[in-house]
């Protein structure tokens, strides 16, 4: 089965500072995808990035980047430049094969003005 | 295009009773997953309908069902009302494909009394 852990419960970060959510995930698959989700206090989840496991390219998106380390099965998100509107619970999600989603448990960050 | 809907927003119920979630995809979108979010158990997976037939589910009981149109629009019915069933009932929606990325609604918060 899938399993995905997030072992930082809580964060906080500068504005403007860079910072880095931990992901871990185990899976039998080789080809899969990797989520990034964000769910501000307005509780509307919303995506933030997407990477492709058979892409050896971390994908980025504005301000956010993956760092993908496949053979060590982890998925973290940097945050450069971080702003008061990244305040947010974000939740690492990953699809099994039946594209069921299975989310971390959520790292809570704070951007501190 | 228009995002997920997720009617009704708030939700107050009682014992016993039960409840239906309806949920409207992005238009072109086939496939709509649901999720129970709750501070304890986190985010959880109930079912996914594609073309009107279920094609995953999770592990939750019987009292949990669901069903999808031929517009793609789905509801979910929750039987026989538990406290434990107070939660966020998540909406996403998505084309399809496997690793495909899933669209969220705003959720329906659901207290039961």
């Known amino acids: 089965a899938q399993t995905v852990t997030q072992s930082q419960p809580e964060m906080s970060v500068q504005e403007a500072e860079t910072v880095t959510l931990s992901c871990t995930y185990d899976t039998s698959e080789n080809n899969y995808y990797l989520f990034w989700y964000k769910q501000p206090p307005s509780r509307q989840m919303i995506l933030v990035i997407r990477q492709e496991a058979y892409k050896q390219q971390n994908a980025t998106e504005n301000r956010f980047s993956v760092n993908f380390q496949k053979a060590a099965k982890s998925f973290s998100l940097k945050i450069s430049d971080s702003q008061l509107g990244d305040t947010a619970m974000y939740f690492c999600?990953?699809?099994?094969?039946?594209?069921?989603?299975?989310f971390g448990t959520g790292t809570s960050l704070t951007v501190i003005p | 295009k228009a995002g997920v809907t997720q009617t009704p927003r708030y939700l107050i119920k009682t014992r016993g009773q039960q409840v239906t979630l309806s949920c409207s995809p992005i238009s072109g979108h086939r496939s709509v997953s649901w999720y129970q979010q709750t501070p304890g158990q986190g985010l959880q997976f109930l079912f996914e309908y594609f073309s009107e037939t279920q094609r995953n589910k999770g592990n939750f009981p019987g009292r949990f069902s669901g069903r999808q149109f031929s517009n793609s629009r789905s509801e979910m019915n929750v039987s026989t009302l538990e406290l434990g069933d107070s939660a966020l009932y998540l909406c996403?929606?998505?084309?399809?494909?496997?690793?495909?990325?899933?669209?969220f609604g705003p959720g329906t918060r659901l207290l039961v009394l």
């Open positions: 999600a990953f699809p099994n094969t039946g594209n069921q989603f299975y």
């Open positions: 996403a929606s998505s084309a399809g494909q496997l690793g495909g990325t899933q669209y």
